[in-house]
């Protein structure tokens, strides 16, 4: 029975992980800024049941600030002790192409989904240190190819990549695992936020992958991060993307017409 934090729990991809867990008998905490979904996802969560309701635990804060996620994790570890693993889902997204975009925005999304992250990381792993852990951290299947109007999305969730990979290297010896997934789109209340904002070149891009049914993505990111997975892809098309990276990226662009640049 280990103590998980879930960032981004109270919606979504980190509240069907957060179901997942309690089925088997961990506790959650769960950490998101509005204190009112926190304490609605709870409720759904408990399912009435007491004994499940004391497993969970709500704690708002904004993953943008450090020392309120540093604080939310103290929290969280005084009401159910070590964190044993971390899931790392909250998220933006707010798309628009580049120019279209103010520099708000843009640094908006850098700030919770790559900041965010690497603030949710810090929090947690000095307590796990000498006991050894999981981390999961919930990139995307725009981690692994440019999709026209994500320029900020795209480049906070790429950057993960690259966050999960050092942390792996330096987390090793100290037993704890470093795992990142790449969904695609995924039927969540933010997917249905972002669809009507979707470019239309994105949305012949992406649209040809069909969406995800959360409980599936949840799953497969519970099982990557159980066995200390080092990525978890969705789909041949994405796993291809995460496996050959630019090669495959550059199959994708000539299917959509692109030509194969010359020098
Ligand atoms: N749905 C998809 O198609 C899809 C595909 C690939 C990857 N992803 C990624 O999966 C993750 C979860 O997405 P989702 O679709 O489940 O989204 P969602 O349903 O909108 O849930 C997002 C969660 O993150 C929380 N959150 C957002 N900003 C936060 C902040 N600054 N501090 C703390 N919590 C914050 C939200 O609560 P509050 O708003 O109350 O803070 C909510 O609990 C994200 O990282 C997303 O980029 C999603």
């Not at 099982?223 to 630019?246: N, Q, S, T, V, W």
Request: net charge positive; hydrophobic share 45%; proline share 5%.
């Amino acid at each position: 029975m280990r103590h998980v934090l879930v960032t981004g729990g109270s919606s979504g991809i980190g509240l069907a992980v957060a179901d997942l867990l309690l089925e088997r008998g961990d506790r959650v905490s769960l950490v998101a800024r509005d204190a009112e979904r926190l304490a609605e996802a709870a409720r759904t969560l408990s399912r009435g049941e007491e004994a499940r309701a004391g497993r969970i635990f709500i704690v708002p804060a904004d993953v943008a600030d450090g020392e309120a996620v540093s604080r939310a994790a103290e929290k969280a570890t005084s009401r159910f002790g070590v964190i044993g693993a971390l899931v790392a889902s909250a998220g933006i997204v707010e798309p628009a192409r580049f120019l279209e975009q103010d520099a708000a925005a843009f640094d908006r999304q850098i700030s919770v989904n790559l900041t965010g992250v690497s603030n949710s990381v810090r929090a947690v792993l000095p307590g796990m240190r000498g006991k050894g852990g999981s981390v999961m951290i919930v990139s995307s299947g725009a981690g692994l190819i440019g999709i026209p109007g994500y320029s900020a999305y795209c480049a906070s969730k790429f950057a993960l990549r690259g966050l999960a990979a050092a942390l792996r290297a330096e987390m090793a010896s100290a037993g704890i695992s470093v795992s990142i997934c790449f969904p695609p789109d995924t039927l969540t209340p933010q997917l249905e936020r972002e669809l009507p904002l979707r470019p239309p070149e994105a949305q012949a891009m992406i649209g040809r992958v069909r969406p995800q049914e959360t409980a599936i993505v949840a799953r497969a990111i519970l099982a990557g991060m159980d066995r200390g997975r080092r990525e978890i892809h969705f789909g041949l098309a994405l796993r291809l993307l995460g496996y050959f990276g630019p090669f495959a990226a550059s199959y994708f662009d000539l299917r959509r017409g692109g030509r194969p640049r010359t020098g």
